[in-house]
């Protein structure tokens, strides 16, 4: 006998009992357990990424009382960091988390639902996913994959970078070997400067050796433990290239669609839960962490000035031009973040944007 | 027989078959049903608020299968609007949806547990609540109402309201009768305005027959069909009352401790995901709708200049002298609200606000 119909058996008989006792309690509900292995591309307690995802994959076994049994593999301990997509896209595993614009390879649109340069803050690109189009045209993308993608988790606005000099102009860029990868790369390509792309774990070691001029990371909170500021004093804000990179829960499309509708949605408020708390746990750390470095390394900060800012925009959109021409799926996609930028963005400048310069004036918060 | 024992041991003798036969599946999870009362504040299929506590609602009931019964009731549906606390509390209800700063008049502290005068915007107030101590305050302050509150949504930043003629400086402000609550309205009252509270429902009316000569409401979502525009064409912005209004998900403290960590956690998640999307839905609309009300109807869009800011801010000072000298408990959840705006506000001034002004500018988004 199938045990989950003899259970459900045993409710019925239970629900038809109940009739004639009104005080006895209503049917139990039971659902059977579900093995999820889970990879993610962050080594094992990294803080932000990979102990958001860690919370996530906690989260899902705990509010169903183990029934989503999740077992959590970092980077490196089932699947090398960038192994994670194939590992969920043939169904080794049931998920990832992920940033992902690594994928950009394999399709440019991918590089949308991460972050792109002149891009998204975090509100404008939860907009979009879930007012604006978005998570359809993800669907659609991550669907050719054999993928289905959900929103878990953001870094909020990124730094600049750390840099050896002053970057007073667009000329200053010029030459200069910067660890940046993905369009925020190409876009310091178009000025001059030779994009690097290396895992956050080798960046000290090229800043320091010289093997590089400059690099960015994420913001004050990540970049601390790395301590570029040994090699580069000067620290850039704000940063063109990912002004809010979400992070991505990736699932096998066959298995997603497997699942149970209410199991669907304990998955998506689990996302929308790790989605909101690891915004809010970057937002609260990343001033604390400033101030330290300010205090405690001398480390200067510096603002992109309008001239730089100027260049940059005028690089992005050459960047966005190749990228849109790849397919009629990125161009789609192209249109979309534009017609959610303009919307929200114009709103954005009377709201977040006004009030906190006001504020922030009125009060000396500096 | 107890039934909800008489499935567990069913499954458990499952389990044990499961010994012998290893394909055989892994024991069903069996979970009682729960009932659940909610009230809300809003009226029903009001846009934003009302349709996000009906959302969450919806969501809560279809995550479980139906095993979490949410019967929801809208104002007046079950109780009165402003009655929802009491009905929570005394365990008549389990649940509420609502802006706990209507409960100020039993104590101030409820005020920062919404939104206050100079206080957080959406990014702010969630690092405070996960992360800087405002969950714990919370926590205080509403147990010892016999309730325990969770953040379930926001509205994001608010207009600054609906006038007759322009304000240029503070000194325009004088002699205004303005409808406009809380701390908010208060600040209004300092600088010489007189202050007036009235639900949504009544102010249009109040603002045609000219009993009122100004009004706030919320942004140009919601504020769009009540018409405002017909008797007062100034729509000025930022509102310094209300930077992020953040709606609490209030339970009966005494169920919410008799719930399984699991049903804990299911709630929460919910809680976190209509957090996520309110915000992301009405950052969605409000562009688009204010847009429309400039086009359509001709409304004249005005920022409120840095003098009037000043005043505001001196005259918000005033206000909080007097809710911090409420009791100790105001005061420690106004330290902490202070300790977090400084911090975390200081990370923004770099983050999202400069960011926001140099995309919008290079682009032109305005």
Redesign the interface.
């Known amino acids: 006998m199938n045990?989950?119909k003899?259970?459900k058996g045993?409710?019925v008989a239970?629900g038809a009992?109940a009739i004639a006792a009104s005080t006895?309690?209503?049917?139990?509900?039971?659902?059977?357990?579900i093995?999820i292995t889970m990879v993610a591309t962050w080594g094992r307690d990294f803080p932000g990424l990979g102990t958001g995802a860690q919370r996530f994959a906690k989260?899902l076994s705990?509010?169903?009382?183990?029934?989503m049994n999740v077992k959590y593999y970092a980077a490196n301990e089932r699947v090398k960091a960038f192994d994670s997509f194939d590992e969920v896209a043939s169904g080794n595993a049931q998920m990832y988390h992920a940033a992902d614009y690594y994928w950009k390879g394999k399709h440019p649109g991918w590089a949308y639902f991460t972050a792109v340069p002149?891009g998204f803050?975090?509100?404008?690109i939860?907009?979009?996913?879930?007012?604006?189009g978005g998570q359809e045209l993800w669907d659609e993308l991550a669907g050719s994959f054999g993928l289905k993608c959900l929103a878990c988790g953001n870094t909020?606005?990124q730094m600049g970078g750390w840099f050896r000099k002053e970057i007073n102009s667009a000329d200053d860029l010029k030459g200069l070997k910067m660890r940046i990868p993905g369009l925020g790369g190409d876009v310091m390509a178009k000025l001059g400067a030779s994009p690097v792309s290396l895992p956050g774990g080798q960046i000290y070691e090229a800043l320091i050796s010289g093997a590089i001029d400059a690099t960015e990371w994420v913001?004050?909170w990540n970049d601390s433990f790395y301590k570029f500021y040994e090699a580069a004093k000067y620290y850039y804000?704000?940063?063109?290239h990912e002004?809010a990179s979400m992070l991505s829960l990736g699932m096998n499309k066959s298995w997603w669609e497997g699942l149970?509708?209410?199991d669907q949605?304990?998955i998506?408020?689990?996302s929308?839960?790790e989605?909101?708390?690891m915004?809010?746990?970057y937002?609260?750390?990343?001033?604390?962490y400033?101030?330290k470095l300010i205090r405690e390394q001398g480390v200067l900060?510096r603002?992109?000035n309008?001239d730089v800012?100027?260049a940059?925009?005028e690089a992005a959109e050459d960047v966005f031009s190749e990228a849109r021409a790849h397919s009629n799926l990125a161009e789609r996609i192209h249109a979309s973040f534009v017609k959610?930028?303009?919307?929200?963005?114009?709103?954005?400048?009377?709201?977040?944007?006004?009030?906190?310069?006001?504020?922030?004036?009125?009060?000396g918060?500096?």
């Open positions: 045990r989950r003899f259970i045993a409710s239970g009992t006895f309690p209503a049917p139990a509900f039971a659902q059977k357990r093995e989260r705990d509010m169903t009382d183990g029934r002149f803050v975090f509100s404008e939860n907009s979009w996913i879930n007012f604006g909020g606005v913001g004050p804000y704000p940063g063109m002004p149970s509708n209410s949605l304990v998506k408020a689990a929308h839960a989605n909101d708390v915004m809010s746990e937002n609260a750390k990343n001033g604390f400033l101030e900060l603002r992109f309008d800012y100027d940059f925009g959610t930028r303009q919307e929200v963005g114009s709103w954005m400048n009377i709201s977040d944007q006004e009030y906190l310069r006001q504020r922030n004036r009125v009060l918060v500096t």
